[in-house]
């Protein structure tokens, strides 16, 4: 079978930069055509140079990286520096990418590829809010039925939120855009808090990233080291949730993951559930069903793929 084609959409963020690596390293199962970034974690200026520093980290500063939205649809940005630092990438010191940004903007770019390639052939893998996605979506209204799948991280239902008491972050940053993707026809499916707290980096997860004696090992195990710190305070858990490569994770081998063909509803009106992925897991409207919501994972299995894969650069 041929490398599935897929164009990353995100906001690095230490678990962004894991998840950028894994695709990076794979290439019998996926052709990375490009990555395109979005004000997020950091604001737009840091989540595009830092798309190119791990571009730059895994040996292919041949990858394609845009600058795409700068700002939610509707709304102020909200950042999580909080979580991931002022950089994003906190944790050990990195030298500035020496490649250049593409000088497109990133939605022109999703709108070219979703035209010029196949029908059907393009998956978007948005890990951060879906800013650009949506600005694709209502600028070029006939890309839409051309994308093959959207596999994205974002929303909670068991889990409920992280950054309000209802919200997960990327959802609640942009909610606008969300309801726009979720609203679209297009096949979803989505790695949620209910996945991703179950993929936590314990020591020995962490510890054998470091093992592999790599600078993507010790590199990857120090950005674990750093932003563990805020969900084991948070959660009171031995580890950190690693988001955004269960998207990657899931393209490659999605017998790891276990989940439910229901209807996702974005929440925009409520100030006190702004951004909840309302999920209807137990069937209970007659909504139609409109995203795979992802509710388990192998835990072992992933992070033995993580670091069977990252070993590779």
Not at 91 to 105: S, V
Request: overall charge negative.
């Amino acid at each position: 079978m041929a490398p599935r084609k897929i164009i990353i959409d995100t906001d690095p963020g230490q678990d962004d930069a894991v998840a950028i690596l894994l695709a990076l390293a794979s290439p019998e199962d996926l052709t990375l055509l490009g990555i395109t970034a979005v004000a997020g974690n950091v604001p737009l200026p840091l989540t595009a140079k830092n798309a190119r520093i791990v571009c730059e980290l895994a040996g292919r500063p041949d990858t394609r990286v845009f600058a795409g939205c700068d700002s939610p649809l509707e709304r102020e940005l909200i950042t999580a520096e909080h979580v991931h630092g002022k950089t994003g990438l906190d944790g050990p010191p990195m030298d500035d990418p020496t490649m250049l940004l593409q000088e497109q903007h990133g939605v022109d770019f999703i709108i070219e590829t979703l035209r010029t390639e196949e029908s059907g052939t393009v998956t978007l893998c948005p890990i951060g809010p879906m800013t650009n996605i949506a600005t694709a979506f209502q600028r070029a209204p006939d890309v839409v039925e051309r994308v093959q799948e959207i596999v994205l991280m974002g929303g909670a239902y068991f889990e409920v939120g992280n950054i309000t008491p209802s919200a997960e972050f990327n959802i609640y940053v942009d909610p606008e855009a969300a309801k726009i993707v979720f609203g679209s026809g297009v096949r979803i499916t989505m790695m949620p808090l209910d996945v991703t707290h179950k993929a936590l980096t314990t020591k020995p997860r962490v510890d054998a990233f470091r093992a592999m004696g790599t600078k993507v090992g010790d590199m990857v195990a120090a950005w674990t080291d750093f932003f563990e710190r805020f969900d084991m305070e948070k959660y009171g858990s031995e580890g950190a949730p690693l988001h955004d490569p269960c998207t990657i994770a899931y393209l490659i081998k999605p017998e790891l993951f276990q989940g439910r063909h229901i209807n996702v509803e974005i929440e925009t009106e409520s100030e006190l559930t702004l951004g909840m992925t309302v999920a209807d897991w137990w069937r209970v409207t007659d909504r139609p069903a409109n995203a795979t919501f992802m509710k388990d994972i192998d835990a072992e299995g992933f992070y033995a793929l993580l670091a069977d894969r990252l070993a590779r650069l």
